[in-house]
């Protein structure tokens, strides 16, 4: 069964950092480009980086340019996102999803909260 | 990087039928023939229901079908059912990054 797990959220004050983890299984890692796609309590949907299967092309939407990394690791099967200089307008649903074109399947996402 | 643009909501009696739009540009749904269709239960993650403008991956109902006519793009569900109701996206492919429309609540009646 095809399954991605995402791991890392949580409460974090603004101006901090957290590292979202993506735990792919049940397909060829490698062969796949990857995304992180976000959403807002309320909001729609926000596509804020894309990494190819090799990891040669990159994109970040401009909301998050200059302050977020993504990366992967295809011997650990593994996706990542470093969030640096966090803001309350990060806070939301962070979901480690498949495709370029298209995206699926899709992580059950995990929570991050930018509060004081 | 503009969201595109769907309609709040839609809404129609079991067994009738809906029809949402999703309005791009040129750089992104008139573009490219990779539209892609989303539904979304509440609390739960995204399902792709259409891609590449008509196609359905497996397991979707034949009652869900996708289309697009230059820069709109357009989901119809027929024969509507409870189940169906939903949050719905579409999104589209636009070179270096994908772009999502701005979501259509679904309602059935």
């Known amino acids: 069964e095809v399954q991605l797990v995402e791991s890392g959220g949580g409460l974090v004050q603004p101006g901090g950092s957290l590292r979202l983890s993506c735990a792919a299984s049940g397909f060829t890692f490698s062969s796949y480009d990857m995304n992180w796609v976000r959403q807002a309590p309320g909001k729609g949907l926000e596509c804020i980086s894309y990494i190819s299967y090799s990891g040669s092309t990159i994109y970040y939407a401009d909301s998050v340019k200059g302050r977020f990394t993504i990366s992967r690791d295809n011997a650990k099967n593994s996706l990542y996102l470093q969030m640096n200089s966090l803001r309350a307008e990060d806070t939301a649903v962070y979901y480690c999803?498949?495709?370029?074109?298209?995206?699926?399947?899709w992580g059950q996402g995990t929570l991050v909260t930018v509060s004081s | 990087q503009s969201a595109l643009t769907q309609p709040p909501s839609a809404s129609g009696s079991p067994g009738q039928s809906v029809t949402i739009s999703c309005t791009g540009t040129?750089?992104?749904?008139?573009?490219?023939?990779?539209v892609s269709w989303y539904q979304q239960h509440p609390g739960k993650a995204p399902k792709l229901m259409i891609h590449?403008?008509?196609k359905r991956p497996s397991g979707v109902p034949d009652r869900f079908s996708g289309s697009k006519s230059g820069n709109t793009a357009s989901l119809t569900v027929s024969g509507l059912q409870a189940e169906d109701e939903a949050d719905y996206y579409c999104?589209?492919?636009?070179?270096?990054?994908?772009?999502f429309g701005t979501g259509t609540k679904v309602t059935v009646l």
């Open positions: 590449e403008v008509s």
């Open positions: 999803a498949r495709g370029q074109t298209s995206v699926d399947p």
């Open positions: 999104s589209s492919y636009a070179g270096s990054y994908k772009v």
């Open positions: 040129s750089s992104d749904v008139g573009g490219y023939n990779y």
